[in-house]
């Protein structure tokens, strides 16, 4: 059986597909949705409340993340003559990983405010997700550059660790 010959040009763009998901601002969205969900959600808050909170933030600091990226990446080097429109598109391409993290646990506080799960649940759940999510990233970049399991697992609790952290100040804030 002859098997076809690989593209490497196509390897190349999935795994870079995979990267783009895999950056610092799907790290820091997640742990700063979880820091959200800790600091609004340990007053009482509805999940409603949190919700907005944790959307209106994220919101606010991708697009000042976006902002950033594009005007440090505007051409700002001699010999650099990046564009305004690609530098902008870079960023936004860049910071996806703000909305992207974010998504997840916003669903579940959505689900708290529809009342299909009590408040309480569902801040919990969110929490426990970013968690998750911290460490599906931490595993996924270094199985990505075809490291043992071993390490794989070590760098899923070592990002992990940042979202087990919002969770021990959940319960000493509450």
Do not use: N
């Not at 600091?39 to 409340?49: D, N």
């Not at 010999?79 to 305004?84: A, C, E, I, R, W």
């Not at 998504?103 to 959505?110: G, V």
């Not at 799960?117 to 970013?130: K, R, S």
């Amino acid at each position: 059986m002859t098997s076809l010959p690989r593209d490497p040009d196509s390897a190349r763009r999935t795994r870079a597909a995979r990267v783009d998901f895999i950056t610092e601002e799907s790290v820091y969205g997640t742990i700063l949705v979880s820091g959200m969900v800790v600091a609004v959600g340990s007053y009482g808050a509805s999940s409603w409340q949190v919700f907005l909170s944790v959307f209106g933030t994220v919101v606010v600091f991708w697009a000042a993340h976006v902002y950033a990226g594009t005007i440090a990446g505007h051409g700002v080097f001699e010999g650099d003559d990046t564009t305004l429109g690609t530098a902008f598109r870079r960023a936004v391409r860049r910071s996806a990983g703000f909305l992207t993290s974010a998504l997840p646990p916003s669903i579940i506080l959505l689900i708290g405010a529809l009342e299909i799960v009590p408040d309480l649940v569902a801040i919990w759940a969110a929490l426990w997700l970013g968690v998750l999510i911290l460490a599906i990233l931490g595993y996924a970049v270094f199985a990505l550059r075809g490291k043992h399991w071993t390490i794989c697992a070590l760098g899923a609790l070592g990002t992990a660790a940042f979202g087990l952290a919002m969770i021990f100040l959940k319960a000493v804030i509450h």
